[in-house]
């Protein structure tokens, strides 16, 4: 005689064994969002504090809030009244986000219109002067036992921000910013550090610092007077 009640709920008689168990799950919630998905959010925070579109206590808060995000579709309630980065454009496609696909509107929460463009400078026992120009949101430095001098006289102005991921192993960069320009700092070291000469209120743009240093690290500095006539800022 079998002892199956056919009155018992499935919780009670165990799991449904005609459950397909490769099926994906319910994704109602959306997308789980990625840490790289969270850092895209982060820039356009920091570049609408730098513009002083946030103050400091919203910055914090929305910082906060983001990193406790699970899923995509969370992340675009942080930024729909901002920018996207380098931009003038919201952060978010035009479209009514009720009027798009599921895919389509997770994508346009990491949309950035016309993004920023990258560059990458590389130092190996020795450097060079490089001249980052206007739009290059994204600057990678690679710095051994050496480092090149980083111009962003031109890159930076109000409004502006310049993301720079440094990896500096018994060298770094010289970073040269106009007078005024903030600088966050995110980086990490060991037996090394950077060295902050420049502490403006964000007239001139921002500068936001990661990477990592080993026996070594970055110096944020002003122009020399030789540099702002290279770059004809002296007249101004």
Known sequence: MSDENPDRSPSESGPDP???????????????ASDADRERIGDILREAYAAGRLDHEELEERTAALWRCKYVAELGPLVDDLPAVGTGHPSTSPVP??????????????????????????????GDYKVIRPGAGIVRSINVMGGDDIDLLAALAPGESVVIESISVMGGADI??????RVITETWSFLGGDEVKVHGDGSAGTLVLKGFSMMGGNTVRRAKPKELRQTGRDKG
């Open 18 to 32: 005609d459950r397909d168990v490769t099926r994906p799950p319910d994704v109602s919630r959306g997308i789980r």
């Open 176 to 181: 040269i910013v106009p007078e005024g320009t």
């Open 97 to 126: 986000v009720n009027d798009r696909a599921p895919a389509q509107r997770e994508a346009s929460v990491l949309r950035e219109p016309g993004g920023a463009r990258e560059q990458t400078t590389i130092a190996v026992l020795g």
